[in-house]
């Protein structure tokens, strides 16, 4: 007798074709026997699933996550497991926990850790800082204990702990530019220190990396050249490794630069790296190559078009490129809960929210503040950001009654102020004025309907794994996206039930096969005779998740995960079973 039998839904296998009512037979950790319904008479199993009248697809995968960075302070993998994710590519934008050295590189989930060590008002004198000072209060603060060195290690001490889901690792460029580097990084590397991270790498992915990844809006990474990321490169390809790329598109995200990059070069810079390394080419969270200005629905489909064009007549001169996008116009990663986290630098020197409106009320200190942005000190009230910022930032609650259900546009006009005096008003009133961002500016609806519906879009959340209880306990006291909690669910929601733009079957493809397929893996992406019996079923009519509000919560519709043969989700709650398993190349993957 098998041990699992789904049967009674509508299987979409992830290859892209239509549903069919059927079965899947599940035995240890593979699926047996997959059939349709006249084939599945006589069937049974230790344990029988129940599917009528529910979708039974792959379970989903993250092409683009940070789960490898917090998965061992949460290994139960809550925030994906519940939204149906049963595998992660992690690794990506340049930053990944190993290999370690000397060094340690600050990567945005330790913020606490880091202000504890090293305050800074605006932005760290360095992103780079001795492992030594923070291995002890890596354990102190969130109870992680930092036992690796090696990527191999690194590896190891994921199993020893015990995943939730399945989890393959690339390695980060900037983890390697800071290993040979050190604090020296703001410069081009020197053949000798190009030739370390070379032999870095291919130590790394010896120990199991499946490729690696670069993070070029991003220390230390950003100041790398090309020559230096296709010797790279050129190793990974010797692997048959994947090379995914967060392309330089807004420069160094500190201060404001008087003349961004121009964000088509960038792109064009991954793509030329993919051809003289003959590498697998990923090109993580595609946006518009072309900045839009004022909002036009049909300039911004242009500009998504003629971005798509550069991709697809790289494909066709020999170029093995793929991309990835993120389903919401707000991106991913964190979201700004409060008004005053725009105003991280005097939130981190004052330490409250309470403070920081009290010293609102003092001229000189206003003043300084507004002098500040208006120098361009602060990158999210930059002269180049500000403007977008305000008009896509809705004030959702706040004792100053007259703004809220206002954009900061709106406030600014309402109250007869410029935005910078308004925002500085509205926090000197009331410190606790909570906003919702609805728009990044380099994004808008109709644009990324084009990336979403174009054939060679993967979809992804651009996360890290969390519990439901985290937030940032350090200004700017950021909560977790809600892409971490649902983006899977409302991808689905969004682009085939409301929109229309999808069928249910090619919605699954980029969050299963597709995904499968760019990374390399064997035997995961599809509902097969053989694979891995990786399986979320999902009533469609309830699937979501919402945007708006407290985003720590599960989404609906996700009635049941399985992860190697073993169910982790049973009508929407974790079984506390750890299923998964560290993804290796070579073992797991193509190469």
């Known amino acids: 007798m098998a041990s699992l039998l789904v049967k009674g839904g509508l299987v979409v296998d992830g290859s892209g074709n239509p549903p069919f009512g059927g079965c899947v037979l599940v035995e240890s950790d593979r699926i047996a026997f997959v059939g349709r319904e006249e084939e599945c008479k006589g069937l049974d199993a230790g344990r029988v699933i129940d599917a009528e009248g529910l979708y039974v697809a792959p379970g989903f995968i993250d092409l683009h996550s940070h789960f490898d960075e917090t998965a061992l302070l949460y290994p139960d993998a809550e925030s994906a497991l519940l939204q149906g994710i049963t595998t992660a590519i992690g690794g990506n934008c340049g930053f990944s926990p190993a290999p370690l050295r000397e060094w340690w590189l600050w990567s945005f989930w330790e913020e606490e850790v880091f202000l504890s060590l090293y305050p800074y008002k605006y932005y760290p004198d360095s992103v780079v800082v001795p492992l030594s000072e923070v291995k002890p209060k890596l354990k102190e603060v969130l109870g992680l204990e930092v036992t690796w060195g090696t990527f191999r290690e690194f590896l190891d001490a994921l199993r020893s702990?015990?995943?939730?889901?399945?989890?393959?690792?690339?390695?980060g460029h900037n983890i390697l530019r800071t290993q040979v580097m050190g604090r020296d990084y703001r410069r081009k590397a020197t053949r000798d220190e190009v030739e370390e991270m070379k032999s870095l790498l291919e130590e790394s992915l010896e120990g199991g990396a499946i490729g690696m990844s670069t993070g070029l809006d991003y220390e230390p990474g950003a100041y790398a050249d090309t020559e230096e990321i296709a010797e790279l490169a050129k190793v990974v390809a010797r692997y048959g490794g994947l090379y995914s790329t967060h392309w330089r598109r807004t420069g160094i995200r500190r201060a404001a630069q008087v003349t961004p990059p121009r964000k088509v070069d960038g792109l064009l810079e991954a793509i030329e790296v993919g051809r003289r390394a003959g590498v697998r080419v990923e090109v993580s969270h595609l946006l518009p190559a072309y900045s839009i200005y004022p909002d036009n629905d049909e300039l911004w489909r242009v500009a998504v078009r003629e971005t798509l064009r550069i991709v697809e007549e790289a494909l066709k001169s020999g170029v093995a490129v793929g991309f990835d996008v993120i389903p919401t116009e707000t991106g991913g990663v964190f979201k700004i809960r409060y008004l005053a986290s725009l105003l991280a630098p005097w939130l981190r020197e004052l330490g409250s929210l309470e403070k920081l409106g009290y010293f609102l009320g003092a001229k000189d200190f206003r003043e300084e503040v507004k002098r500040s942005i208006t120098e361009g000190k602060v990158y999210m009230l930059s002269p180049t950001l500000i403007a977008e910022l305000a008009r896509y930032t809705l004030i959702t609650r706040s004792r100053v009654s007259e703004v809220v259900g206002l954009s900061l546009y709106e406030a600014s006009t309402k109250l007869g102020l410029d935005v910078v005096d308004a925002v500085l008003e509205i926090m000197?009133?009331?410190?606790?004025?909570?906003?919702?961002?609805?728009?990044?500016?380099e994004m808008s609806e109709s644009g990324l309907?084009?990336?979403?519906?174009?054939?060679l879009s993967a979809v992804v959340t651009d996360t890290f794994l969390l519990d439901r209880r985290w937030e940032m306990r350090a200004p700017p006291y950021y909560l977790p996206h809600p892409n971490t909690y649902g983006c899977f669910p409302r991808f689905i929601r969004r682009y085939v039930v409301t929109k229309g733009l999808l069928t249910v079957e090619e919605a699954v493809m980029k969050i299963t096969s597709i995904p499968a397929e760019r990374a390399g893996l064997r035997g995961r992406g599809?509902?097969?005779r053989g694979y891995y019996a990786d399986i979320v079923v999902f009533d469609l009519k309830e699937l979501d998740h919402p945007m708006e509000g407290d985003p720590r919560q599960p989404p609906r519709g996700i009635r049941y995960v399985i992860v190697n043969g073993v169910v982790a989700v049973e009508n929407g709650r974790l079984t506390g079973a750890r299923a998964g398993r560290v993804l290796v190349r070579g073992v797991d993957t193509v190469a």
């Open 449 to 455: 309907e084009e990336l979403v519906r174009h054939k």
């Open 161 to 171: 702990r015990g995943l939730g889901i399945n989890l393959a690792v690339q390695v």
């Open 526 to 528: 599809l509902i097969k």
């Open 428 to 441: 000197r009133r009331d410190p606790y004025t909570e906003v919702e961002i609805t728009r990044v500016p």
